[in-house]
C-alpha cells in the first residue's frame, strides 16, 4: 500500500456489481500526488483489475479522478481550477465579497462538506465505466 499521511486504510463491503464483477471502495491517504502510478502498476500486473481512482488535494484546489486497466489510464475527470472553485461556491463554501469567508462560522464544515462532494462528482463523472467492465 502507498504510504499515507494520517488516515489509516477504510473499506466498504464489497458489492456484487455483475454476475462476476465485484466493487470494493477503499479511502486513503497518500503524499504528494494522486496515485494514478501505483494503481497502473498493480492493473497492469493484474489485468483481471480495474480501478476507479478519485482524489481530492484542499491545499492545491484539485480533485479529479481516473479509470485504470492493464496499466493505462483509459479515462480521466479534472477538475480545472475555476470549475473546482465554482463547484465548491455552488455546494455551500462561505463566501464574502467574492473571496472565501475565511470568519465565517461554519466554514471549515461547509468547506469540507463542499470537498467531499466535489470528490463524489468526479468519482460518478467515470462510475459508469465500472458498470461495463472492458470486452477482452
Same mark, same amino acid.
Request: glycine share 6%; proline share 6%; with cysteine.
Given at each position: 500500500?502507498? =504510504? ?7 473499506? #466498504? ?7 462476476? &464483477? ?6 486513503? #491517504? ?8 501505483? %494503481? ?5 500486473? =493484474?489485468?483481471?483489475? %480495474?480501478?476507479?481512482?478519485? =482524489? ?22 479534472? %477538475? ?21 469567508? %475565511? ?8 468547506? &469540507?462538506?463542499?470537498? &467531499? ?20
Amino acid at each position: 500500500m502507498l =504510504y499515507g499521511e494520517t488516515v489509516k486504510l477504510n473499506s #466498504q463491503r464489497m458489492v456484487r456489481v455483475l454476475n462476476r &464483477w465485484f466493487h470494493k471502495r477503499y479511502y486513503f #491517504q497518500v503524499c504528494a500526488d494522486e496515485g494514478f502510478s501505483h %494503481f497502473r502498476m498493480i492493473s497492469k500486473k =493484474y489485468p483481471n483489475l %480495474f480501478f476507479l481512482v478519485t =482524489y481530492g488535494d484542499p491545499n492545491s484546489g484539485d480533485a479529479g479522478s481516473a479509470y485504470i486497466h492493464c496499466g493505462h489510464i483509459k479515462k480521466k475527470f479534472i %477538475f480545472s481550477g475555476d470549475e473546482f472553485e465554482d463547484f465548491l461556491i455552488k455546494n455551500g463554501l462561505p463566501m464574502k465579497k467574492g473571496r472565501p469567508d %475565511f470568519d465565517h462560522p461554519n466554514y471549515e464544515e461547509n468547506y &469540507w462538506e463542499a470537498f &467531499w462532494a466535489a470528490e463524489k462528482c468526479a468519482e460518478s463523472e467515470l462510475l459508469p465505466l465500472i458498470a461495463k467492465p472492458p470486452s477482452k
